[in-house]
Protein backbone atom coordinates (compact mmCIF):
# COMPACT_ATOMS: atom_id res chain seq x y z
CA UNK A 1 0.00 0.00 0.00
CA UNK A 2 1.16 3.35 -1.18
CA UNK A 3 1.79 6.02 1.35
CA UNK A 4 0.15 9.46 1.57
CA UNK A 5 2.69 12.21 1.61
CA UNK A 6 2.51 14.04 4.54
CA UNK A 7 1.62 17.81 3.74
CA UNK A 8 2.99 21.14 5.48
CA UNK A 9 0.83 22.85 7.00
CA UNK A 10 -0.36 25.79 5.86
CA UNK A 11 1.29 29.32 6.81
CA UNK A 12 -0.15 31.36 9.65
CA UNK A 13 -0.15 34.93 8.33
CA UNK A 14 0.99 38.19 10.93
CA UNK A 15 -0.40 40.88 10.06
CA UNK A 16 2.71 43.45 10.86
CA UNK A 17 1.40 47.13 11.51
CA UNK A 18 3.59 50.04 9.77
CA UNK A 19 3.74 51.51 13.59
CA UNK A 20 5.02 50.26 17.18
CA UNK A 21 2.27 49.64 19.50
CA UNK A 22 4.62 51.10 21.68
CA UNK A 23 5.87 53.99 21.11
CA UNK A 24 3.73 54.69 18.06
CA UNK A 25 6.31 55.66 15.55
CA UNK A 26 6.89 54.56 12.18
CA UNK A 27 9.33 51.48 11.67
CA UNK A 28 12.06 51.71 9.38
CA UNK A 29 13.86 49.22 7.13
CA UNK A 30 16.01 46.81 9.74
CA UNK A 31 14.57 47.79 12.75
CA UNK A 32 14.38 45.36 15.18
CA UNK A 33 10.38 43.84 15.77
CA UNK A 34 8.33 41.56 17.62
CA UNK A 35 4.77 40.49 16.75
CA UNK A 36 2.15 39.99 19.75
CA UNK A 37 -0.33 37.58 19.33
CA UNK A 38 -2.86 37.42 22.66
CA UNK A 39 -5.13 34.82 23.97
CA UNK A 40 -7.11 34.87 26.65
CA UNK A 41 -5.96 31.62 27.46
CA UNK A 42 -1.97 32.17 27.55
CA UNK A 43 -0.65 36.04 26.27
CA UNK A 44 2.87 35.04 27.31
CA UNK A 45 3.42 32.16 24.76
CA UNK A 46 2.13 34.21 21.86
CA UNK A 47 5.10 36.35 21.46
CA UNK A 48 7.11 36.24 18.34
CA UNK A 49 10.66 37.36 17.39
CA UNK A 50 9.65 38.63 13.96
CA UNK A 51 13.29 39.86 13.55
CA UNK A 52 13.28 42.92 11.00
CA UNK A 53 11.04 44.73 9.56
CA UNK A 54 10.89 44.01 6.11
CA UNK A 55 11.63 46.14 3.08
CA UNK A 56 9.08 45.32 0.72
CA UNK A 57 5.59 44.33 1.04
CA UNK A 58 6.42 40.69 0.45
CA UNK A 59 7.19 39.95 4.21
CA UNK A 60 9.48 36.96 5.57
CA UNK A 61 8.70 33.64 6.61
CA UNK A 62 10.31 32.22 9.89
CA UNK A 63 8.68 28.87 10.43
CA UNK A 64 5.13 28.64 10.40
CA UNK A 65 4.56 32.34 10.56
CA UNK A 66 4.36 34.48 7.49
CA UNK A 67 4.89 38.31 8.44
CA UNK A 68 3.44 40.10 6.18
CA UNK A 69 3.44 43.90 5.49
CA UNK A 70 0.82 44.18 2.63
CA UNK A 71 -2.69 46.24 3.49
CA UNK A 72 -4.78 44.49 1.23
CA UNK A 73 -4.15 40.49 1.92
CA UNK A 74 -7.41 39.00 2.59
CA UNK A 75 -5.70 36.26 5.02
CA UNK A 76 -4.39 39.03 6.99
CA UNK A 77 -7.54 40.40 7.79
CA UNK A 78 -8.75 37.53 8.47
CA UNK A 79 -6.22 36.47 10.96
CA UNK A 80 -6.09 37.10 14.61
CA UNK A 81 -5.23 41.02 15.34
CA UNK A 82 -1.86 41.83 16.22
CA UNK A 83 0.55 44.48 17.66
CA UNK A 84 4.06 45.02 16.06
CA UNK A 85 6.24 46.28 18.55
CA UNK A 86 10.69 47.73 18.53
CA UNK A 87 11.91 44.89 20.94
CA UNK A 88 13.81 48.03 22.43
CA UNK A 89 9.90 49.61 22.83
CA UNK A 90 9.10 46.28 24.16
CA UNK A 91 11.66 45.28 26.67
CA UNK A 92 11.58 49.09 28.12
CA UNK A 93 7.63 48.96 28.80
CA UNK A 94 8.10 45.60 30.37
CA UNK A 95 10.82 47.08 32.21
CA UNK A 96 8.42 49.85 33.75
CA UNK A 97 5.26 48.66 33.66
CA UNK A 98 3.97 47.11 37.51
CA UNK A 99 0.72 46.23 36.67
CA UNK A 100 -0.92 43.32 35.74
CA UNK A 101 -1.90 41.86 32.13
CA UNK A 102 1.00 43.90 31.02
CA UNK A 103 1.17 42.14 27.07
CA UNK A 104 -2.83 42.14 27.03
CA UNK A 105 -2.56 45.80 27.76
CA UNK A 106 -0.32 46.57 25.52
CA UNK A 107 -2.14 44.34 22.81
CA UNK A 108 -5.18 46.45 23.62
CA UNK A 109 -3.57 50.09 22.79
CA UNK A 110 -1.89 48.70 19.94
CA UNK A 111 -5.03 46.92 18.22
CA UNK A 112 -7.31 49.81 19.31
CA UNK A 113 -5.63 52.28 16.46
CA UNK A 114 -8.25 50.63 14.55
CA UNK A 115 -11.73 51.75 15.32
CA UNK A 116 -12.67 48.08 14.76
CA UNK A 117 -11.34 44.95 13.24
CA UNK A 118 -9.79 44.75 9.49
CA UNK A 119 -11.07 48.97 9.13
CA UNK A 120 -8.98 50.71 6.44
CA UNK A 121 -5.38 52.08 7.04
CA UNK A 122 -5.90 56.20 7.88
CA UNK A 123 -2.81 58.65 7.07
CA UNK A 124 -3.28 60.10 10.10
CA UNK A 125 0.21 62.20 11.49
CA UNK A 126 1.09 60.66 15.20
CA UNK A 127 0.13 62.53 17.93
CA UNK A 128 2.70 65.32 19.24
CA UNK A 129 5.48 64.27 21.58
CA UNK A 130 5.19 64.95 25.25
CA UNK A 131 6.91 68.46 24.93
CA UNK A 132 7.89 68.29 29.04
CA UNK A 133 8.84 65.20 29.09
CA UNK A 134 11.17 65.04 26.20
CA UNK A 135 13.02 68.62 27.41
CA UNK A 136 12.99 66.70 30.77
CA UNK A 137 14.35 63.70 29.68
CA UNK A 138 17.20 65.11 27.38
CA UNK A 139 18.59 67.38 30.39
CA UNK A 140 18.74 63.76 32.56
CA UNK A 141 20.58 62.38 29.88
CA UNK A 142 22.84 65.00 28.29
CA UNK A 143 22.76 67.96 31.34
CA UNK A 144 21.57 70.56 28.55
CA UNK A 145 19.79 72.38 31.31
CA UNK A 146 19.06 75.35 29.24
CA UNK A 147 16.78 73.50 27.12
CA UNK A 148 13.56 73.60 30.11
CA UNK A 149 14.83 77.26 30.30
CA UNK A 150 13.79 77.98 26.27
CA UNK A 151 10.40 79.70 25.31
CA UNK A 152 8.10 76.59 24.63
CA UNK A 153 7.62 77.53 20.70
CA UNK A 154 12.16 77.22 20.28
CA UNK A 155 11.68 74.31 22.27
CA UNK A 156 9.75 72.44 20.40
CA UNK A 157 11.35 73.56 16.97
CA UNK A 158 14.76 72.20 18.58
CA UNK A 159 12.69 68.87 19.15
CA UNK A 160 10.93 68.74 15.94
CA UNK A 161 14.55 69.10 14.25
CA UNK A 162 15.15 65.55 16.65
CA UNK A 163 11.88 63.72 15.98
CA UNK A 164 12.27 60.70 15.80
CA UNK A 165 14.80 59.26 17.25
CA UNK A 166 15.62 56.77 20.34
CA UNK A 167 14.89 59.67 23.34
CA UNK A 168 11.57 60.53 21.68
CA UNK A 169 10.46 56.56 21.28
CA UNK A 170 11.68 56.44 25.27
CA UNK A 171 9.28 58.89 26.28
CA UNK A 172 7.04 57.73 24.22
CA UNK A 173 6.87 54.24 25.35
CA UNK A 174 6.63 55.98 29.09
CA UNK A 175 3.55 58.37 27.95
CA UNK A 176 2.08 54.61 26.87
CA UNK A 177 2.72 52.96 30.43
CA UNK A 178 1.18 56.10 32.25
CA UNK A 179 -1.87 55.57 30.00
CA UNK A 180 -2.27 52.07 30.63
CA UNK A 181 -1.85 51.98 34.78
CA UNK A 182 -4.87 54.71 35.00
CA UNK A 183 -7.59 52.20 34.71
CA UNK A 184 -8.21 48.41 35.21
CA UNK A 185 -11.77 48.44 33.90
CA UNK A 186 -13.02 46.48 31.15
CA UNK A 187 -16.65 45.91 29.59
CA UNK A 188 -18.49 44.78 26.64
CA UNK A 189 -21.48 46.48 25.58
CA UNK A 190 -24.26 46.75 23.30
CA UNK A 191 -23.72 50.16 21.08
CA UNK A 192 -26.92 50.86 21.14
CA UNK A 193 -26.75 51.82 24.44
CA UNK A 194 -23.86 53.80 24.89
CA UNK A 195 -24.95 57.70 24.55
CA UNK A 196 -20.89 59.12 24.23
CA UNK A 197 -17.55 57.62 25.03
CA UNK A 198 -14.28 60.34 25.12
CA UNK A 199 -10.89 58.88 25.59
CA UNK A 200 -9.43 59.02 28.99
CA UNK A 201 -13.13 58.24 30.56
CA UNK A 202 -15.42 55.20 30.99
CA UNK A 203 -18.48 55.26 28.36
CA UNK A 204 -21.55 56.53 28.81
CA UNK A 205 -25.01 54.49 28.95
CA UNK A 206 -28.40 55.06 28.69
CA UNK A 207 -31.01 52.94 29.78
CA UNK A 208 -32.85 52.00 26.92
CA UNK A 209 -31.33 50.94 22.92
CA UNK A 210 -31.09 53.80 20.84
CA UNK A 211 -30.38 53.33 16.76
CA UNK A 212 -29.42 57.03 16.95
CA UNK A 213 -26.77 57.60 15.44
CA UNK A 214 -23.57 58.04 16.40
CA UNK A 215 -20.58 59.99 15.33
CA UNK A 216 -17.29 57.86 15.74
CA UNK A 217 -14.44 60.39 15.92
CA UNK A 218 -11.04 58.82 14.74
CA UNK A 219 -7.27 60.30 15.11
CA UNK A 220 -3.89 58.42 14.91
CA UNK A 221 -4.42 56.38 18.37
CA UNK A 222 -7.88 55.14 17.22
CA UNK A 223 -11.10 56.52 18.53
CA UNK A 224 -10.51 59.61 20.04
CA UNK A 225 -14.72 59.92 20.60
CA UNK A 226 -18.26 58.57 20.24
CA UNK A 227 -21.13 61.14 20.34
CA UNK A 228 -25.01 61.09 19.59
CA UNK A 229 -26.24 64.38 18.35
CA UNK A 230 -25.97 67.07 18.82
CA UNK A 231 -22.52 66.75 18.19
CA UNK A 232 -19.81 68.95 20.51
CA UNK A 233 -16.43 67.94 19.21
CA UNK A 234 -15.25 70.53 16.43
CA UNK A 235 -13.71 69.06 13.33
CA UNK A 236 -10.13 68.86 12.99
CA UNK A 237 -7.83 68.22 9.31
CA UNK A 238 -5.88 65.50 11.40
CA UNK A 239 -9.18 63.54 12.44
CA UNK A 240 -11.39 60.87 10.27
CA UNK A 241 -14.87 60.25 10.95
CA UNK A 242 -17.81 58.07 10.30
CA UNK A 243 -21.56 57.87 11.20
CA UNK A 244 -22.92 54.83 12.25
CA UNK A 245 -26.36 53.96 12.82
CA UNK A 246 -26.31 50.99 14.99
CA UNK A 247 -27.67 47.86 15.02
CA UNK A 248 -28.57 45.20 17.70
CA UNK A 249 -25.19 42.48 17.11
CA UNK A 250 -23.22 46.37 17.81
CA UNK A 251 -20.84 46.66 20.08
CA UNK A 252 -18.50 48.27 22.42
CA UNK A 253 -15.27 46.92 23.94
CA UNK A 254 -13.90 49.34 26.28
CA UNK A 255 -10.38 48.19 27.88
CA UNK A 256 -7.74 49.37 30.12
CA UNK A 257 -9.02 53.35 28.67
CA UNK A 258 -9.30 52.52 24.86
CA UNK A 259 -12.17 50.90 22.68
CA UNK A 260 -13.01 49.59 19.72
CA UNK A 261 -16.24 48.70 17.73
CA UNK A 262 -17.35 45.09 16.57
CA UNK A 263 -19.82 44.61 14.28
CA UNK A 264 -20.73 41.71 11.99
CA UNK A 265 -21.83 43.97 9.22
CA UNK A 266 -19.62 44.33 5.74
CA UNK A 267 -17.01 46.53 6.26
CA UNK A 268 -17.89 49.20 3.44
CA UNK A 269 -21.07 49.68 5.91
CA UNK A 270 -19.33 52.03 7.47
CA UNK A 271 -17.45 54.21 5.41
CA UNK A 272 -14.88 56.71 6.88
CA UNK A 273 -14.55 60.06 5.74
CA UNK A 274 -12.07 63.16 6.16
CA UNK A 275 -14.46 65.08 6.84
CA UNK A 276 -17.01 65.48 10.00
CA UNK A 277 -20.56 65.84 7.72
CA UNK A 278 -19.96 64.01 4.84
CA UNK A 279 -22.97 64.31 1.90
CA UNK A 280 -25.12 61.34 1.58
CA UNK A 281 -23.67 59.56 -1.52
CA UNK A 282 -27.47 59.70 -3.46
CA UNK A 283 -26.48 63.72 -3.15
CA UNK A 284 -23.45 63.07 -5.41
CA UNK A 285 -22.32 63.28 -9.05
CA UNK A 286 -20.64 59.08 -8.91
CA UNK A 287 -18.24 57.81 -11.10
CA UNK A 288 -20.13 55.64 -12.65
CA UNK A 289 -23.48 55.98 -11.18
CA UNK A 290 -23.49 53.40 -9.75
CA UNK A 291 -20.12 52.50 -8.21
CA UNK A 292 -19.04 48.38 -8.23
CA UNK A 293 -16.51 49.11 -5.54
CA UNK A 294 -16.12 48.59 -1.64
CA UNK A 295 -16.59 52.32 -0.05
CA UNK A 296 -14.27 52.18 2.96
CA UNK A 297 -11.99 55.39 3.41
CA UNK A 298 -13.76 58.36 1.20
CA UNK A 299 -10.76 61.29 0.90
CA UNK A 300 -12.76 65.13 -0.31
CA UNK A 301 -10.98 67.42 -1.71
CA UNK A 302 -12.71 71.17 -1.79
CA UNK A 303 -11.69 73.10 -4.93
CA UNK A 304 -11.51 76.61 -2.53
CA UNK A 305 -8.27 77.99 -1.47
CA UNK A 306 -6.48 75.16 -3.48
CA UNK A 307 -3.70 76.01 -5.85
CA UNK A 308 -2.64 72.93 -7.23
CA UNK A 309 -3.52 69.08 -7.28
CA UNK A 310 -0.45 66.66 -7.23
CA UNK A 311 -1.64 62.68 -8.46
CA UNK A 312 0.69 59.98 -7.47
CA UNK A 313 0.35 57.78 -10.47
CA UNK A 314 2.21 54.11 -11.24
CA UNK A 315 0.93 52.10 -14.25
CA UNK A 316 -2.15 54.27 -14.78
CA UNK A 317 -3.48 53.54 -11.27
CA UNK A 318 -3.80 56.76 -8.63
CA UNK A 319 -2.02 55.92 -5.50
CA UNK A 320 -2.79 59.76 -3.47
CA UNK A 321 -3.67 62.82 -4.14
CA UNK A 322 -2.20 65.98 -2.78
CA UNK A 323 -4.19 69.40 -2.11
CA UNK A 324 -1.91 72.09 -2.00
CA UNK A 325 -3.03 75.31 0.23
CA UNK A 326 -1.03 77.73 1.93
CA UNK A 327 -1.05 75.37 4.58
CA UNK A 328 0.54 72.24 2.88
CA UNK A 329 1.93 73.78 0.08
CA UNK A 330 4.28 71.04 -0.90
CA UNK A 331 3.06 67.27 -1.44
CA UNK A 332 5.64 65.76 0.62
CA UNK A 333 3.81 65.13 3.61
CA UNK A 334 1.43 63.07 1.48
CA UNK A 335 4.41 61.02 -0.48
CA UNK A 336 6.12 60.70 3.04
CA UNK A 337 2.48 58.56 3.55
CA UNK A 338 2.43 56.60 0.86
CA UNK A 339 4.10 52.56 1.13
CA UNK A 340 7.56 51.89 0.86
CA UNK A 341 7.03 49.57 -2.24
CA UNK A 342 5.46 52.84 -4.11
CA UNK A 343 7.71 55.71 -3.15
CA UNK A 344 9.88 54.36 -5.32
CA UNK A 345 7.50 53.78 -8.69
CA UNK A 346 4.99 56.52 -8.53
CA UNK A 347 5.07 59.96 -10.90
CA UNK A 348 4.30 63.01 -9.57
CA UNK A 349 2.03 64.52 -11.90
CA UNK A 350 1.40 68.60 -11.21
CA UNK A 351 -2.24 70.41 -11.71
CA UNK A 352 -1.57 74.31 -11.25
CA UNK A 353 -5.50 75.80 -10.42
CA UNK A 354 -4.91 79.75 -10.80
CA UNK A 355 -7.16 81.83 -8.89
CA UNK A 356 -7.12 83.58 -12.66
CA UNK A 357 -8.45 80.58 -14.18
CA UNK A 358 -10.40 78.16 -11.83
CA UNK A 359 -11.46 74.73 -13.42
CA UNK A 360 -14.90 74.66 -14.87
CA UNK A 361 -14.93 70.84 -16.30
CA UNK A 362 -13.06 67.80 -14.53
CA UNK A 363 -13.84 63.79 -14.92
CA UNK A 364 -12.58 61.06 -15.66
CA UNK A 365 -11.12 59.00 -18.92
CA UNK A 366 -11.18 54.74 -18.28
CA UNK A 367 -10.45 52.08 -20.66
CA UNK A 368 -12.91 49.95 -21.57
CA UNK A 369 -12.10 46.18 -21.90
CA UNK A 370 -12.61 43.82 -24.63
CA UNK A 371 -15.43 42.04 -22.49
CA UNK A 372 -17.19 45.63 -22.39
CA UNK A 373 -16.72 46.14 -19.08
CA UNK A 374 -14.80 49.79 -17.80
CA UNK A 375 -11.54 49.14 -16.08
CA UNK A 376 -12.16 51.37 -13.22
CA UNK A 377 -8.88 50.92 -11.29
CA UNK A 378 -6.89 53.05 -14.26
CA UNK A 379 -8.23 56.66 -14.67
CA UNK A 380 -6.67 59.47 -17.00
CA UNK A 381 -8.07 62.77 -15.63
CA UNK A 382 -9.45 65.40 -17.49
CA UNK A 383 -9.45 69.14 -16.96
CA UNK A 384 -11.00 72.15 -18.44
CA UNK A 385 -10.50 76.01 -17.23
CA UNK A 386 -11.98 79.18 -18.65
CA UNK A 387 -8.45 80.53 -20.07
CA UNK A 388 -6.03 77.20 -20.87
CA UNK A 389 -8.77 75.11 -22.04
CA UNK A 390 -8.27 71.43 -21.97
CA UNK A 391 -5.81 69.48 -19.78
CA UNK A 392 -5.16 66.28 -19.24
CA UNK A 393 -3.10 64.06 -16.13
CA UNK A 394 -1.92 60.51 -16.43
CA UNK A 395 -1.33 58.02 -18.93
CA UNK A 396 -3.15 58.20 -22.06
CA UNK A 397 -4.88 55.23 -23.54
CA UNK A 398 -4.99 53.51 -26.87
CA UNK A 399 -8.18 51.42 -27.42
CA UNK A 400 -11.66 52.40 -26.85
CA UNK A 401 -12.22 54.98 -23.87
CA UNK A 402 -15.51 56.01 -21.89
CA UNK A 403 -15.35 59.92 -20.31
CA UNK A 404 -17.31 61.08 -17.26
CA UNK A 405 -17.12 64.78 -17.36
CA UNK A 406 -18.95 66.75 -15.18
CA UNK A 407 -18.98 71.18 -14.12
CA UNK A 408 -17.47 72.23 -11.53
CA UNK A 409 -17.67 75.40 -9.82
CA UNK A 410 -14.53 77.24 -7.37
CA UNK A 411 -16.44 75.18 -4.47
CA UNK A 412 -16.95 71.96 -5.88
CA UNK A 413 -15.87 68.96 -3.54
CA UNK A 414 -14.31 65.97 -5.41
CA UNK A 415 -14.40 62.75 -3.61
CA UNK A 416 -12.09 59.75 -3.64
CA UNK A 417 -12.09 55.98 -2.43
CA UNK A 418 -8.85 54.70 -1.09
CA UNK A 419 -8.80 50.75 -1.72
CA UNK A 420 -7.03 48.01 0.29
CA UNK A 421 -5.29 47.17 -2.98
CA UNK A 422 -3.41 50.74 -2.67
CA UNK A 423 -5.25 51.82 -5.38
CA UNK A 424 -7.25 55.25 -5.24
CA UNK A 425 -10.34 55.82 -7.21
CA UNK A 426 -12.52 58.86 -8.07
CA UNK A 427 -15.49 58.30 -6.96
CA UNK A 428 -17.99 61.21 -7.29
CA UNK A 429 -18.67 65.16 -6.81
CA UNK A 430 -20.54 66.98 -4.31
CA UNK A 431 -22.74 69.27 -4.96
CA UNK A 432 -24.75 67.23 -7.95
CA UNK A 433 -23.30 68.50 -11.09
CA UNK A 434 -24.46 68.48 -14.21
CA UNK A 435 -23.28 66.48 -17.29
CA UNK A 436 -20.27 67.55 -19.78
CA UNK A 437 -22.07 66.15 -23.68
CA UNK A 438 -18.32 66.06 -24.39
CA UNK A 439 -14.68 66.54 -23.70
CA UNK A 440 -11.99 68.25 -26.12
CA UNK A 441 -10.58 65.34 -27.25
CA UNK A 442 -6.32 66.23 -26.03
CA UNK A 443 -4.25 63.91 -28.84
CA UNK A 444 -0.71 63.35 -28.68
CA UNK A 445 1.12 64.18 -31.99
CA UNK A 446 3.96 62.02 -30.73
CA UNK A 447 4.44 58.31 -28.92
CA UNK A 448 5.47 57.46 -25.75
CA UNK A 449 9.04 56.38 -25.47
CA UNK A 450 7.44 54.07 -22.47
CA UNK A 451 4.08 52.47 -22.86
CA UNK A 452 3.44 53.56 -18.69
CA UNK A 453 4.72 57.11 -19.86
CA UNK A 454 2.50 60.19 -18.77
CA UNK A 455 1.83 63.13 -21.57
CA UNK A 456 1.39 66.80 -20.93
CA UNK A 457 1.29 69.00 -23.60
CA UNK A 458 0.91 73.41 -23.44
CA UNK A 459 0.70 75.92 -26.21
CA UNK A 460 3.09 78.47 -26.27
CA UNK A 461 1.34 81.45 -26.83
CA UNK A 462 1.13 84.74 -24.57
CA UNK A 463 3.88 83.48 -22.26
CA UNK A 464 4.85 85.56 -20.08
CA UNK A 465 7.30 83.20 -18.17
CA UNK A 466 8.36 79.81 -17.28
CA UNK A 467 9.66 77.99 -14.01
CA UNK A 468 12.02 74.85 -14.36
CA UNK A 469 12.25 72.05 -11.60
CA UNK A 470 15.48 69.86 -12.04
CA UNK A 471 16.60 66.64 -9.63
CA UNK A 472 18.64 68.54 -6.82
CA UNK A 473 21.56 66.15 -7.28
CA UNK A 474 22.09 65.73 -10.66
CA UNK A 475 20.54 69.24 -12.08
CA UNK A 476 18.56 67.08 -14.65
CA UNK A 477 15.25 68.29 -15.97
CA UNK A 478 11.91 66.81 -14.23
CA UNK A 479 8.82 69.53 -15.11
CA UNK A 480 8.33 73.42 -15.76
CA UNK A 481 5.46 75.66 -15.36
CA UNK A 482 4.23 77.84 -17.94
CA UNK A 483 3.01 81.29 -17.00
CA UNK A 484 0.78 83.27 -19.75
CA UNK A 485 -0.05 86.65 -19.29
CA UNK A 486 -3.46 86.17 -18.63
CA UNK A 487 -2.82 84.55 -15.09
CA UNK A 488 -3.53 80.70 -16.63
CA UNK A 489 -0.67 78.39 -16.04
CA UNK A 490 -0.05 74.84 -17.09
CA UNK A 491 2.73 72.32 -15.90
CA UNK A 492 4.41 69.55 -18.11
CA UNK A 493 6.39 67.37 -16.47
CA UNK A 494 7.12 65.52 -12.81
CA UNK A 495 7.10 68.82 -11.19
CA UNK A 496 7.51 68.48 -7.55
CA UNK A 497 6.38 72.18 -6.39
CA UNK A 498 8.43 73.41 -3.38
CA UNK A 499 10.70 70.64 -3.40
CA UNK A 500 12.85 69.88 -6.59
CA UNK A 501 14.95 73.29 -7.00
CA UNK A 502 13.85 75.78 -9.48
CA UNK A 503 14.70 78.14 -11.93
CA UNK A 504 13.47 80.97 -13.94
CA UNK A 505 12.91 81.68 -17.61
CA UNK A 506 11.53 85.06 -18.38
CA UNK A 507 11.87 84.49 -22.06
CA UNK A 508 10.92 81.74 -24.43
CA UNK A 509 14.64 82.57 -26.50
CA UNK A 510 16.35 82.09 -23.34
CA UNK A 511 15.15 78.24 -23.70
CA UNK A 512 16.93 75.45 -25.37
CA UNK A 513 16.32 71.90 -25.06
CA UNK A 514 18.04 68.71 -26.66
CA UNK A 515 16.88 65.22 -26.83
CA UNK A 516 19.05 62.26 -27.32
CA UNK A 517 19.01 58.66 -26.71
CA UNK A 518 21.69 56.42 -24.83
CA UNK A 519 20.48 52.82 -25.24
CA UNK A 520 16.95 53.29 -25.98
CA UNK A 521 16.60 55.55 -23.04
CA UNK A 522 16.12 59.40 -23.20
CA UNK A 523 18.42 62.12 -22.47
CA UNK A 524 16.67 65.12 -21.97
CA UNK A 525 19.24 68.17 -21.47
CA UNK A 526 17.70 72.28 -20.91
CA UNK A 527 19.36 75.17 -20.79
CA UNK A 528 18.09 78.27 -19.84
CA UNK A 529 18.87 82.05 -19.66
CA UNK A 530 21.86 81.57 -22.32
CA UNK A 531 22.34 83.42 -25.63
CA UNK A 532 21.64 80.93 -28.80
CA UNK A 533 25.27 81.39 -29.55
CA UNK A 534 25.98 80.40 -25.89
CA UNK A 535 24.25 77.39 -26.46
CA UNK A 536 25.25 76.27 -29.43
CA UNK A 537 29.45 75.73 -28.42
CA UNK A 538 27.93 72.87 -26.04
CA UNK A 539 28.00 71.07 -29.55
CA UNK A 540 24.74 69.45 -29.68
CA UNK A 541 21.40 69.91 -31.69
CA UNK A 542 19.56 72.43 -29.83
CA UNK A 543 15.56 73.46 -30.39
CA UNK A 544 14.88 76.64 -29.21
CA UNK A 545 11.37 77.71 -27.80
CA UNK A 546 9.60 79.86 -30.40
CA UNK A 547 6.05 81.39 -29.66
CA UNK A 548 3.06 80.26 -31.79
CA UNK A 549 4.83 76.37 -30.91
CA UNK A 550 2.93 73.16 -29.26
CA UNK A 551 5.18 71.82 -26.63
CA UNK A 552 4.84 67.73 -25.66
CA UNK A 553 6.49 65.86 -22.73
CA UNK A 554 6.12 62.62 -22.10
CA UNK A 555 7.69 61.47 -18.58
CA UNK A 556 8.33 58.79 -16.01
CA UNK A 557 9.85 59.00 -12.85
CA UNK A 558 13.65 58.94 -13.98
CA UNK A 559 13.37 60.35 -17.61
CA UNK A 560 11.42 62.27 -20.28
CA UNK A 561 10.62 63.77 -24.12
CA UNK A 562 9.96 66.91 -25.29
CA UNK A 563 9.22 67.77 -28.42
CA UNK A 564 8.14 70.93 -29.99
CA UNK A 565 5.65 71.43 -32.88
CA UNK A 566 4.15 74.27 -35.00
CA UNK A 567 0.76 74.79 -34.13
CA UNK A 568 -0.61 74.16 -37.72
CA UNK A 569 1.32 70.44 -37.88
Not at 145 to 173: H, K, N, S
Not at 298 to 325: E, K, Q, W, Y
Request: overall charge negative; hydrophobic content about 35%.
Amino acid sequence: MQSVPETEPPLQHVRLNPRCGACRYAFEHHDRIASLMVSSSSPNDSLVDAQTFPKTEYGDVQGQNFFHLSVNCEECAMSTETCTVHIDCLNLYMKLAIFSHKLDRLWTASVSVSPWPSSPVLPLPRLPANLERCLSKANELTGLGFLTRLPPELAAMILELCEPGELFRLCAVEDMVDILSETDDTMREPLQTVRSWHRGSRPSLTMRPSEEPIRVVIDANGIRSLERPPFSEDPAADRYYATITPEAHDALIYKYGFCQLISARARDEWPIWDIAEPPKLEDCSLFPSRPEVHLERLDTINLSGCSGLTFFMSNAITRAVHVHTPRSPTAEVTFKSLPANLKCTVIWIYVPISPSDPIKCFGTRRRVLASGRTSFKKCYYLFETSLAGSCTAGQPFQNATIDHVYSVYPDTTIIFNARRDQSYLCTGLFPRQSIQPSFQKVSPRTSPFRTHACYSVAKLDSVAGIRVYREAATRKFRGMIIDYDDGAQRALGDCRVGIDPSEGCGSLNDFHFALSFYRNSPVLEVVIGQTPEEVEEKGTSWTQLVAGGILEVWFISTAATMHLHSEEG
